[in-house]
């Protein structure tokens, strides 16, 4: 089953570009394939947001170039991958 | 000076397969700013620590226990696979009180283990596997104290070992004048 928040990264993803133009080195969260939250923060963009939306329903995500935080690579096999 | 935090472990005699050791896992939280009986209470994992994995992950399980809520997305690239998967945001607390928070973690299927520590945490210090006499010790520390180059602790001892050696240099005489 796809996870609720995968519409959202997909929208990270393809708006990333921009979003590192306008907010590099920021938290951005995303709901509902729009931004509507920047922050310095992660801890405060989850605690202002969750004051809101229910957690779990939001993307926070940081604006950084490169995909070192948007990706992860498993060399052994102790993670099995579904 | 930051304070060091550490912890051993030491294999009960003979050679681990696998760097394994407890860990405890909440929901992030800050611990300066939130008072102390605010905290959510860590549940105990076993974890394994691999050198071969970006960052850490956690499985269902300890999604379920801990009641954790995605924050995020990741693109997870295995040995012959990738996919996408949630990431939660938590505080982890490894052995002797080492604790280090706001670790975004992916969440996966784990083979043996509950937790695996990856390189985004192994990097935030010293780590260092030695086998003397046959018994695996694994020590961490953070934040990073020292380099390990066995290569320039040879040369050293071999120096050392040299005829003459007296462990300085000897100073040199000045010249006398006539």
């Given at each position: 089953m796809p996870s609720p928040l995968q519409q959202e990264f997909e929208y990270f993803l393809a708006h990333k570009p921009e979003l590192l133009a306008k907010h590099n080195g920021k938290f951005v969260v995303i709901r509902d394939r729009q931004?509507?939250?920047?922050?310095?923060?992660?801890?405060?963009?989850i605690a202002e947001t969750q004051k809101s939306h229910e957690?779990?329903?939001?993307?926070?995500?940081?604006?950084?170039?490169?995909?070192?935080?948007?990706?992860?690579?498993?060399?052994?096999?102790?993670?099995?991958?579904? | 000076m930051p304070q060091q935090h550490s912890f051993t472990v030491r294999s009960q005699g003979g050679i681990l397969r696998a760097l394994q050791t407890?860990?405890?896992?909440?929901?992030?939280?800050?611990?300066?700013?939130?008072?102390?009986?605010?905290?959510?209470?860590?549940?105990?994992?076993?974890?394994?620590?691999?050198?071969?994995?970006?960052?850490?992950?956690?499985?269902?399980?300890?999604?379920?226990?801990?009641?954790?809520?995605?924050?995020?997305?990741?693109?997870?690239?295995?040995?012959?696979?990738?996919?996408?998967?949630?990431?939660?945001?938590?505080?982890?607390?490894?052995?002797?009180?080492?604790?280090?928070?706001?670790v975004r973690v992916s969440k996966n299927r784990l083979i043996n283990t509950d937790v695996l520590i990856g390189m985004d945490i192994i990097t935030l210090g010293d780590f260092a596997v030695t086998h003397q006499g046959g018994n695996t010790v694994f020590s961490f520390c953070f934040p990073s104290q020292r380099c390990l180059d066995f290569v320039a602790e040879g040369q050293r001892s071999a120096r050392a070992n040299q005829p003459g050696f007296r462990g300085y240099t000897q100073p040199k005489q000045p010249k006398r004048h006539k």
């Open positions: 931004v509507i939250g920047v922050y310095d923060d992660e801890l405060q963009a957690l779990g329903t939001f993307l926070v995500q940081k604006v950084e170039p490169g995909d070192a935080g948007t990706s992860q690579t498993f060399h052994s096999r102790v993670a099995v991958l579904a | 407890s860990c405890g896992i909440a929901e992030a939280f800050d611990p300066v700013g939130t008072p102390a009986a605010q905290h959510p209470q860590f549940k105990q994992f076993q974890a394994i620590w691999d050198t071969g994995a970006t960052g850490s992950v956690i499985t269902q399980n300890v999604v379920d226990a801990c009641t954790l809520k995605p924050i995020s997305m990741t693109q997870v690239h295995g040995v012959d696979s990738s996919n996408l998967s949630e990431v939660y945001l938590v505080n982890i607390m490894l052995p002797n009180n080492v604790g280090v928070r706001q």
